[in-house]
């Protein structure tokens, strides 16, 4: 299956809100409420901020919120801070493969100005 | 809280078998149920599922990858395991372990990856 697409990158200043798109088929973003993000700073492994669209986990800042529309998810980033600055990642489960249920994006990275 | 740690050999000859070992510690990986995947990171270049094996010890694969990859589990010893074989340059990536709660569908603890360089 194809990976879904991402912006390859998106910046912004301090304190500034931003939002990550991550677009995909009816097939996984568009056809189920498990589309996923990810952090990852340089060197390190990605840490999940959001699932299933718009549920934080534990202990992430709800500077973080995630939506979904259509066959497009998004992550808002508020307040921008220079932690932020990173990788991110979405996920989603996909229908278009018996054997493999996860795929992945592209990638963003996150430059904070 | 679950923790995972990857180890195994940084540099593999081509056409040989990559072997990688998962070690979980925090939890069993009997109880519960839980998915333990392996997912791979290319230098520069994003994520890519590579398969994962359930607790009763049921596997996925992705498909592109499928002919030459097999997990296992070794509950004796708390791991799961990851062999990829007749590697290339292009095997070449960090390779992480991280585990999913059955039904869910998203990975909420991971290993801090291991580098593996395919090369002569």
């Known amino acids: 299956q194809s990976a879904l697409t991402q912006p390859a990158s998106v910046s912004g200043s301090p304190g500034q809100s931003i939002t990550i798109s991550c677009t995909g088929t009816?097939?996984?973003?568009?056809?189920?409420?498990?589309v996923s993000w990810y952090q990852q700073h340089p060197g390190k492994a990605p840490k999940l901020m959001i699932y299933?669209?718009?549920n934080r986990p534990s202990g992430v800042s709800n500077r973080f919120s995630g939506s979904k529309s259509g066959n497009t998810a998004s992550l808002t980033i508020s307040g921008l801070q220079a932690e932020d600055e990173a990788d991110y990642y979405c996920?989603?489960?996909?229908?278009?493969?018996?054997?493999?249920?996860?795929?992945f994006g592209t990638g963003t990275k996150v430059t904070v100005l | 809280q679950v923790q995972l740690q990857e180890s195994g050999p940084g540099l593999v000859k081509p056409s040989q078998t990559l072997s990688l070992t998962c070690t979980v510690s925090?939890?069993?990986?009997?109880?519960?149920?839980?998915?333990w995947s392996w997912i791979r990171q290319p230098a520069g270049k994003g994520l890519e599922w590579i398969g994962r094996?359930?607790?009763?010890?049921?596997?996925n694969y992705n498909p592109s990858l499928k002919s030459r990859v097999t997990i296992s589990v070794d509950t004796s010893k708390n791991q799961f395991s990851l062999k990829l074989s007749s590697v290339t340059a292009a095997d070449t990536a960090v390779y992480y372990c991280?585990?999913?709660?059955?039904?869910?569908?998203?990975?909420?603890?991971w290993g801090q990856g291991t580098l593996v360089t395919v090369s002569s």
């Open positions: 094996i359930y607790t009763s010890g049921s596997t």
């Open positions: 991280a585990t999913e709660m059955a039904t869910t569908y998203y990975f909420d603890y």
């Open positions: 996920s989603s489960y996909t229908s278009s493969s018996t054997l493999s249920p996860y795929v």
């Open positions: 009816s097939s996984d973003v568009g056809g189920y409420n498990y």
């Open positions: 925090g939890g069993s990986i009997s109880s519960g149920s839980y998915y």
């Open positions: 299933d669209v718009s």
